[in-house]
């Protein structure tokens, strides 16, 4: 019996590829709250069948980045203020928890990260990339805070947090304020908490630049019903 030939390389899973495709474009905002997505159109887009299109969008549902219609349609999930308050809740619990945590053990190393995080906010080039910048800082602290579990329940809201961050950024911009000093601002003062060696601070201070959300969205028109669209994946 002849042997069966060696991989070339490592298996590439093509469901994965496809959800961080579209998981980009809905966070980023280029796929737009409410767009339809086309298990067809995405699979000639993609140039694969429609069986890791389907895997993938059933990945990003979970995910609670897409929504699966009665009618049989997936559009992208559009956030009202009752998401909005069930995200920051989650968060402000989770998040605060890490902080208080976090500043027990902080370090000069973990300043000169968030330092050089909040620089690179500073220089970002895109809101796009702002976004990531400022989920990667929040990120940060929740590893740093070492609970396996307290980490495994904030990324079960990480992606659609990430979305509603970007939307925020996107808000400050169409209202004339300016989201790299704002993002930045904020960021500095909770890096200031974060080093303070001081938990209850630490914990507060990561609640109220949470809770702070609320200010970008709630009353905004833009807020959850964006206008940019995709042409390669809507129908």
């Known amino acids: 019996m002849n042997p069966p030939p060696v991989p070339s390389g490592p298996r590439r899973n093509l469901a994965s590829e496809v959800a961080e495709a579209l998981r980009g474009e809905i966070v980023s905002g280029i796929l737009s709250p409410g ?3 086309s298990e067809p159109v995405l699979a000639k887009h993609f ?4 069986v890791p299109v389907r895997e993938a969008l059933i990945e990003l549902e979970r995910e609670g980045l897409l929504q699966f219609e009665s009618t049989g349609r997936t559009r992208v999930r559009t956030m009202n203020e009752a998401d909005l308050d069930e995200i920051i809740d989650a968060r402000v619990i ?3 928890a890490a902080a208080r945590r976090v500043s027990e053990i902080w370090s000069a190393e973990d300043t000169e990260w968030v330092q050089a995080n909040i620089d690179a ?8 990339d702002l976004s990531r910048l400022d989920v990667e ?3 940060y602290v ?3 805070a070492g609970n396996g579990r307290l980490l495994r329940m904030w990324q079960i809201v990480r992606w659609q947090f990430q979305m509603c961050v970007a939307m925020a950024h996107r808000l400050q911009e169409t ?3 300016k989201p790299h000093q ?3 601002e904020a960021h500095v003062r909770l890096l200031k908490a974060l080093a303070s060696g001081n938990p209850a601070l630490a914990a507060s201070t990561m609640a109220a630049h949470i809770e702070n959300a609320k200010e970008w969205t709630y009353g905004n028109p833009g807020f959850g019903g964006e206008s940019v669209s995709s042409v390669a994946a809507s129908t």
């Open 182 to 184: 704002i993002t930045v």
């Open 121 to 128: 906010q500073k220089d970002a080039t895109t809101l796009s």
């Open 94 to 96: 989770l998040e605060s």
């Open 175 to 177: 209202l004339a304020f």
């Open 47 to 50: 140039g694969l069948s429609r």
């Open 142 to 144: 929740m590893r740093r």
């Open 137 to 139: 800082l929040h990120l």
């Open 35 to 37: 767009a339809a997505l």
